[in-house]
C-alpha cells in the first residue's frame, strides 16, 4: 500500500552511477558491495518509509578511502549516504536517485583516551555500548545514549540523545571536534581539543545534525564524564499523565539537578511488564535517576519524593542495588521491543517531539487525548526532562484507514508540538519523513539552511532528499 507522507524526489544520473560503479570496484574489491539484499539493507528499514536502497556500498576503513569515495562521486556527481548503524528512524539512509552508501562498521577504534581532559578521540562507527565497554576501566563514560545501538557517527550525524541528555545534554554538547570529508574530497577537522573556543565559525555545530548531507564525518572527539560516586534511583506511579508531566516541570524548575527522568503511560508499562518481566503497578510512572555524591543524591531524591507526593504519587519503589536498576534501565531501553510485543504482527512507528518544559503536561495531555480520538495502539515513552516525548503507533500496515488515520495523528503532534515553541523532533531527525515541518517552524531560517548546503555541496551529492528540498 502508498504510505501517506510524499518523499522528496531526487533525479536519477544513470551515466554518472554507471561510470562511477566499476571505479569503486577496482578500488574497493571485496569491500565494494552490490548484491539486492546489502543494498537493501542499507536503504531505509525501519517504519513505513519505503527502502529506497542505493546502488552500492563501501565498507570503508579510513579517512582516505572516505576521501577517494568522494572524489569518484563528485566527478560523477554521483550521491553519497553515510552509513552508521542504521536505527535512524525517519528515512535518513534512503537513495532516492541512487548512490554509494559508505558504512562505517569496520571503523570502529578509539584512537586516544586522553583521561586528564576528560576527551576521547574515536572513529565514527563504534557505538555508544561499545565506547562505554571500553572505557568501563577508566572511571569515565559518555552518557549519550539513544535506545537503540546506534554509532557516535550516526549520533553526531542526527544530534542524537536519550535518557541522560537531561543532565549531560545531547551530541551538540558533547562533541569537541569532529574531522569530516566535504563534499569537494577536503579533509577538514573542525577544531582542537580546548573544551571552548571563540575561533571562527563552529563548523562541528554545523556538521552535527547535518544528517551526511554536508560532510562524511571520518574522527570525533567526544567529552568523557566520571562515574558518579552514587547513583539512586526508582519507580514512581502517577494517576494521570499529565500528574506524572506536572512533577516532572516543577522537579525542573525546582533546579534538582536530575540525571534521567523519564515518562511511560500506562500501556507502555504494560508493554514493559510483558516483556521485561517486570511487576510495575500499569499506570502513568516515572523511572528516575540521581547522580552525585552520597550527601547530594540522598538531597535530590528527598527533593523529588516531595515534588512527587504533590501530584499525588504512589509509592515510589527505590532500586538501591545497581544489579535491579540496570534491570530498570534495560527495560526502558528496550521500550520498542515491548511496544512490538504488544501487537504481534503490526509495524512499530516511532515518532517524537519536544516542547518548552513548562508546555510538557499540557502537550502531552493533547496527544493522550488525540490517540483516543483517532483509535490508535500507541504507547508513550520520554525522555520528559527535556520536554522531549515519544509515540509508538503500532499498525496494521495494509490497513489503509488506520494508516491515513495514523499520518493525520502525527501530523497534528509534530504542529502542535511546533504550535507551542516548539520541535517536530527533538533527537529522531528530519530524513525524509520529517522535511514538511521544516517551514512551520524555522519559516525564513530554510532558505538560509538551502544557502548553506548550496555553497557547501553545490553540486547536491551529500544524501540528496534530506532535510531540505534543493530547490
Ligand atoms: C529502538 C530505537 C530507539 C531509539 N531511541 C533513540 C533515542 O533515545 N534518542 C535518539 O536520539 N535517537 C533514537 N533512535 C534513533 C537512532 O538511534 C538515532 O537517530 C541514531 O543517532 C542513529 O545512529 P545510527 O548510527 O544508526 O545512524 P544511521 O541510521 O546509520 O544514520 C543516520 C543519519 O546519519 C548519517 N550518518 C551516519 N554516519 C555518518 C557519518 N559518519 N558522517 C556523516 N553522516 C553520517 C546518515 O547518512 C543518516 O542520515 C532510536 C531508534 C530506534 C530504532
Given at each position: 500500500m502508498t504510505i501517506p507522507i510524499a518523499i522528496e524526489p531526487v533525479s536519477r544520473n544513470d551515466a554518472g552511477i554507471a561510470a562511477a560503479l566499476p571505479l569503486l570496484a577496482r578500488r574497493f574489491g571485496e569491500r565494494f558491495a552490490q548484491s539486492e539484499a546489502v543494498r537493501q539493507q542499507h536503504g531505509h528499514t525501519l517504519t513505513w518509509l519505503t527502502n529506497q536502497p542505493p546502488d552500492g556500498v563501501v565498507f570503508v576503513e579510513s579517512t582516505e578511502e572516505v576521501v577517494d569515495i568522494v572524489r569518484i562521486c563528485g566527478e560523477h556527481r554521483v550521491p553519497i549516504i553515510p552509513f552508521g548503524a542504521?536505527?535512524?528512524?525517519?528515512?535518513?539512509?534512503?537513495?532516492p536517485g541512487g548512490g554509494i552508501s559508505i558504512d562505517f562498521t569496520h571503523m570502529k577504534r578509539v584512537i586516544a583516551v586522553h583521561g586528564e581532559d576528560l576527551d576521547c578521540v574515536i572513529e565514527p562507527g563504534i557505538t555508544h555500548y561499545e565506547l562505554n565497554e571500553y572505557l568501563r576501566d577508566t572511571g569515565l563514560f559518555f552518557p549519550i545514549d539513544p535506545g537503540a545501538e546506534a554509532s557516535l557517527g550516526g549520533m553526531a550525524a542526527t544530534r542524537a540523545s536519550g535518557t541522560n541528555a537531561v543532565r549531560y545534554g545531547t551530541m551538540r554538547d558533547n562533541v569537541i571536534n569532529l574531522t569530516a570529508v566535504m563534499p569537494d574530497g577536503s579533509v577538514v577537522k573542525?577544531?582542537?581539543?580546548?573544551?571552548?573556543?571563540?575561533?571562527?565559525?563552529d563548523l562541528a555545530r554545523l556538521l552535527i545534525g547535518s544528517e551526511g548531507t554536508l560532510g562524511v564525518i571520518t574522527e570525533l572527539t567526544l567529552k568523557l564524564h566520571g562515574i558518579p560516586e552514587a547513583i539512586s534511583g526508582g519507580v514512581c506511579p502517577f494517576p494521570t499523565v499529565e500528574d506524572a508531566c506536572n512533577a516532572v516541570i516543577m522537579t525542573i524548575q525546582s533546579g534538582i539537578p536530575v540525571a534521567r527522568i523519564e515518562l511511560l503511560d500506562a500501556l507502555q508499562v504494560k508493554a514493559c511488564n510483558a516483556y521485561s518481566k517486570l511487576d510495575l503497578e500499569e499506570v502513568p510512572t516515572l523511572f528516575v535517576e540521581f547522580h552525585g555524591s552520597p550527601a547530594s543524591v540522598a538531597e535530590q531524591s528527598e527533593g523529588f519524593g516531595h515534588i512527587a507526593a504533590e501530584f499525588g504519587a504512589g509509592t515510589f519503589i527505590w532500586e538501591t542495588s545497581a544489579e535491579a536498576r540496570n534491570k530498570l534501565w534495560k527495560a526502558r531501553h528496550d521500550v520498542y521491543w515491548a511496544c512490538v510485543g504488544l501487537r504481534p504482527g503490526a509495524k512499530a512507528i516511532a515518532t517524537d517531539a519536544c516542547v518548552p518544559i513548562s508546555r510538557l503536561a499540557e502537550c502531552v495531555g493533547e496527544t493522550v487525548a488525540d490517540i483516543e480520538k483517532t483509535g490508535l495502539v500507541a504507547p508513550i515513552v520520554g525522555h520528559v526532562g527535556d520536554g522531549n516525548f515519544h509515540v509508538t503507533m503500532l499498525l496494521d500496515i495494509g490497513d489503509a484507514d488506520e494508516v491515513e488515520r495514523a499520518a493525520g495523528f502525527v501530523g497534528r503532534l509534530n504542529m502542535r508540538a511546533i504550535a507551542m515553541d516548539?520541535?517536530?523532533?527533538?533527537?529522531?531527525?528530519?530524513?525524509?519523513?520529517?522535511?514538511?515541518?521544516l517551514a512551520a517552524e524555522h519559516g525564513a531560517g530554510v532558505a538560509v539552511m538551502r544557502t548553506i548546503k548550496r555553497a557547501i555541496d553545490p553540486d547536491n551529492i551529500m544524501n540528496p532528499g534530506k532535510i531540505i528540498a534543493a530547490n
Open positions: 542504521g536505527s535512524s528512524l525517519e528515512g535518513h539512509l534512503n537513495a573542525t577544531g582542537n581539543r580546548a573544551k571552548k573556543s571563540s575561533a571562527g565559525y516548539g520541535t517536530c523532533t527533538g533527537e529522531h531527525g528530519v530524513g525524509q519523513g520529517k522535511m514538511k515541518y
